[in-house]
């Protein structure tokens, strides 16, 4: 018979688990903790730099610089030296300060030709305020001159408006080339300027500025939107020449300017996807489509910095 010994009485102590692993186990709990705060902020801090990088971007003004050579350069113009630039876009978003030292970088180029591809300012009526602000600056210095087109945004919306655009222009000490040539002389040779007028919202006469150049002469064709290329190469000169210019400058397609967003921006629909930004030769032809220097429905740019252009072309 089992002895009884009162309720009172001490039994087996109750087995007590060892506690030998739970610094282990907090310490492994912290660990993890601090590697998913970690995560966390790698994760803030990215998505900071994504929202914040393209406004910096935007303020990036590259150069692009490219040696070209062409049998039609006249000898005396050997190692012409081209600043070109378009889509500034001045404004909120390009101020009086960005204008000012644009002018400076275009100045410190040494260029002997400036040309403007289009798109001066938001509207027509910021692209007469945009060449009266450029009339206050350090003036642009150009051996053989300073030339430009039009853009969508700068041609308004009737005959009178195109007037005042080129008044303002001419007054800025800029040669509008509104469905015009201009022959610039260097030595015994002449140099072509040839531009027209906006594609989408000017009056574009191709046929007209192609009839006043040859294929001898070395021909600078001008237009602000590049989807008139394929009828560019299509149109013949005096002479009946295909070959009419040696070197097309373009813009208005900003490069797509968000690389990775631009179909969300809706910026130069009506250009082939094939003239989107850089250089092209075809038949021969050199052409650029320049990224431009401002930006447009976004203030800012994601993997396609604003630049200008110096482009020496040399006779041999």
Known sequence: MNEYRGKHAPSAPWAVAST?????RRARHLQRSKRRRLRIILALILL???IVYPFVEARILTTDKVVLKSDDLPADANHLR???LSDIHWGFWFSDGDLSRLVAKINSLRPDLVLFGGDYATDHESALSFFKKLQDLPKIHARYGIYGVSGETDCGEDEQDRVLLKEAMTNAGIIPLFNKVEYVYVGSGRICIAGIDDVT???PDL?????????????IFLSHNPSVIPEAQLTRDADGSLSWFDLGLFGHTHGGQMKLFSGLLG???DV???YLSGWYTENRVDLL??????????????????????IEVTAY
Do not use: M
């Open 82 to 84: 081209i600043c070109y």
């Open 289 to 310: 489509v320049s990224r431009g220097v401002g930006t447009s429905v976004f203030p800012g740019r994601l993997f396609c910095p604003p630049q200008i252009h110096l």
């Open 272 to 274: 082939p996807d094939r």
């Open 20 to 24: 030998a692993s739970v610094p282990v």
């Open 207 to 219: 046929k007209s500025v192609v009839s006043s150049v040859s294929a001898k002469d070395y021909v």
């Open 201 to 203: 919202k000017g009056k």
């Open 48 to 50: 900071l730099a994504l």
């Open 267 to 269: 910026i130069a629909e």
